[in-house]
């Protein structure tokens, strides 16, 4: 069992950056699949980025290329999200989540991912 929990959310404006964290509990945490998620009002959960166990291996949905980077600390059971060049359409509430799924493309999806934390608001203002 992994309690995941995120935080680093706030307001910034269009071109700032943020970095989201992700405080993982459990033993098990180094050998899961990474991802975060976001969900805009009015709108379905989307994938934003995956890590393997690793730390090498990554996967990011198209709109937040070469603007974000995941990134994962194994020793402090911490995963991040740096995001960088923020655009108002960022603004969502972002979700860490776990899976005990080996890393692969199919990890984009929500449903593979078993853990999830409570989420943190990111808004991006014009």
């Known amino acids: 069992q992994v309690k995941l929990v995120e935080s680093g959310g706030g307001l910034v404006q269009t071109g700032g950056s943020l970095r989201l964290s992700c405080a993982a509990s459990?033993?098990?945490?180094?050998?899961?699949?990474m991802g975060w998620f976001r969900q805009a009002p009015g709108k379905e959960r989307e994938f934003v980025a995956a890590?393997?166990?690793?730390?090498?291996?990554?996967l990011y949905t198209d709109s937040v290329k070469g603007r974000f980077t995941i990134s994962r600390d194994n020793a402090k059971n911490l995963v991040y999200l740096q995001m960088n060049n923020l655009k108002p359409e960022d603004t969502a509430v972002y979700f860490c989540?776990?899976?005990?799924?080996?890393?692969?493309?199919?990890?984009?999806?929500?449903?593979?991912?078993?853990?999830w934390g409570q989420g943190t608001q990111v808004t991006v203002s014009s």
């Open positions: 989540a776990g899976a005990t799924a080996p890393f692969s493309p199919a990890r984009s999806m929500a449903v593979s991912y078993q853990f």
């Open positions: 459990g033993r098990t945490f180094s050998s899961y699949t």
């Open positions: 890590i393997d166990w690793t730390n090498v291996n990554t």
